[in-house]
Structures are given as C-alpha cells and as structure tokens.
C-alpha cells in the first residue's frame, strides 16, 4: 500500500533535518514537531535532546545507529503502526545522508506507513552553494575509503567525472585526501575546502587542489573538525572520455578476476574502447594492485 494512502490510525515518521553548527539552523517547522511528536529516534539521544523544548511529556527516545538500526527500526515501525507519530533526527543534518535511517525509511514505505521530509540543513548542500563551483549537475560521493591505496583506487576511477564532486572529510584527513586528489585530478583542478561550516571557526577556500593542500598544511587548526571538499568536474568531457571512464571502471571490477587479455575483450565490448587501450587500463590496474 503506498504511504500516502496510508490509513489515519498510523502515525506519520517526519525526517527532520537538523543543525550542522549553529543551533539558529533548526527551522521553526522542525522545532514544533520535536516539540510535540511523542517518539523521536535519532543517532544519539544525548546530543539531540538539546534541540528539544521543554515539555509536559517528554518524548520516548529511541537510538537508531549504524550498529543497531536493523532491530531499532523494528522498534520505531511499531510505534509509527500504533498511530505515534514519530521523529527521526541524526546528529548534525539530514538524516540519510551519510547517516543512518535508511533500513527505517525503507521499512515505513514497504509497510505502507507515511513518510515527510522537513528540510533543513545538509553539509554537502551548504558547501555546494558557497564554493563557486558549478552546480546544474554534482555527485555527493560521501566519505573515502580509509586507507590511501583504497582511496586512490577510487578517486582514479572518478578523476574525469564531467560533473561536481561532493566529498565528506575529516579535518585530520586533509592534507592526505588532497595531496591525492591533486595526483587523481591535477594540481591545478579547481576545488574547494569548506570547514567547520556554520561553527565559530567555519572557513570555506577556493583555489586548486595542490594550493588546498598547501594552505591545508600550513596551519594545524584548518585540519580539526569536519570538512567537505568538492572538486570541479573534468574540463572538456565528450562521450569519448566519458567511455574511458566506463572501462576504467570496468578495469577495477575485471582485472582481478579474468586473465588480462580476456578482461581487455570484455571492456571493448561493453564500450567500444580500442583493445589497445583497454588492454593498457587492464594492465595499468594490475601494476597498481602488485
């Protein structure tokens, strides 16, 4: 049954976006449900309940978390088939992005119970508007992999993206995570370093990746806290490039599992790239694995 005919006796799961610094963030509309709704999930109840008004009846909380939110969910699905409205809130945003609530959101449309956004802040959205690069079209590619060989791997397969990419960073991260997007991307790719935002030290640079790096470097306190950087598209993308990184891709998924030769065939095949070339991505990928 679609959400929306969902029958009156159930209650309504409101995602509500929350501050990501500044708690003059929280919209009106959200502070009135967190004000009245009887149940509220969120990442980590201590830090949400200071966005909670004083009431009569404080709401039942709920922990919904990446370790847990499989059986909290189950949890939140009752009370929502009860007829309690319920609030789902993460730490700092909105939920789901980068955060947990997915299994939740995804269970309460398959139950047929109804689901409403209440927007507000976003992180990848707030630095998105404030750096200057282009934004009809962007990829939000969330957080990188931990260890640098995982990373490069990854953002090699990005690197001629024609569009905006959206990445979340821990400020300790910085310096390493650039240094290797300028190498992925070059030196002199344009991005930008949004940090802190709406925080009492937030600092949003424009420059190039390598320049990012530099200014990142310079200073200890620009590598505390949390960060997004994103990254101006690959100039002068065609279909042709665009095919190159299909295969690139393509390269990752098969040069482990399929002798070289035979892995070359298939990438032509599904893209049209010349056997030469795809032969050399295959054979580029297995270096960097060895």
Same mark, same amino acid.
Request: aromatic content about 4%; hydrophobic content about 40%; charged content about 25%.
């Given at each position: 049954m679609p959400a929306s005919d969902a029958p009156d006796s159930t209650g309504t799961l409101y995602v509500i976006a929350?501050?990501?610094? /500044?708690?003059?963030d929280l919209s009106p509309r959200a502070a009135e449900l967190l004000g009245r709704v009887p149940v509220i999930a969120a990442e980590d109840t201590r830090t949400s309940q200071k966005l909670v008004p004083s009431r009569?009846?404080?709401p039942h909380w709920i922990a919904l978390h990446d370790h847990n939110e499989a059986? %909290?969910?189950?949890?939140?699905l009752d009370h929502l088939r009860a007829g309690d409205d319920v609030a789902l809130v993460s730490d700092a945003g909105t939920p789901l992005v980068s955060?947990?609530?997915?299994?939740?959101?995804?269970?309460? /449309?398959?139950?047929?119970?109804?689901?409403?956004?209440?927007?507000?802040?976003?992180?990848a959205i707030a630095a998105l508007s404030a750096s200057?690069?282009?934004?009809?079209?962007?990829a939000f590619e969330g957080f990188l992999p931990a260890k640098a060989g995982a990373r490069r791997k990854r953002l090699a397969a990005l690197a001629e993206a024609p569009h905006t990419l959206i990445f979340y960073v821990p400020a300790r991260d910085l310096v390493g995570v650039l240094g290797d997007? %300028?190498? %992925?991307?070059?030196?002199?790719?344009?991005?930008?370093?949004?940090?802190?935002?709406?925080?009492?030290f937030e600092?949003?640079?424009r420059d190039g990746l390598a320049a990012l790096a530099e200014w990142t470097a310079a200073d200890p306190d620009r590598q505390r806290g949390e960060a997004v950087v994103l990254v101006a598209g690959a100039p002068g993308t065609d279909g042709a490039t665009a095919s190159k990184v299909t295969a690139s891709a393509l390269a990752d998924a098969l040069a482990g599992e399929l002798p070289p030769a035979r892995a070359a065939r298939v990438i032509r095949a599904l893209t049209g790239l010349p056997r030469a070339d795809a032969f050399a991505l295959v054979e580029a990928r297995r270096e960097r694995e060895s």
């Open positions: 929350t501050p990501i610094g /500044h708690l003059g009569a009846i404080p059986r %909290a969910a189950e949890r939140v955060d947990p609530g997915y299994r939740l959101v995804d269970g309460a /449309h398959a139950a047929g119970l109804a689901v409403l956004p209440v927007p507000g802040p976003c992180a200057g690069l282009a934004s009809d079209r962007f997007l %300028a190498e %992925a991307f070059g030196a002199e790719r344009p991005g930008c370093v949004a940090r802190e935002l709406t925080k009492r600092q949003v640079r």
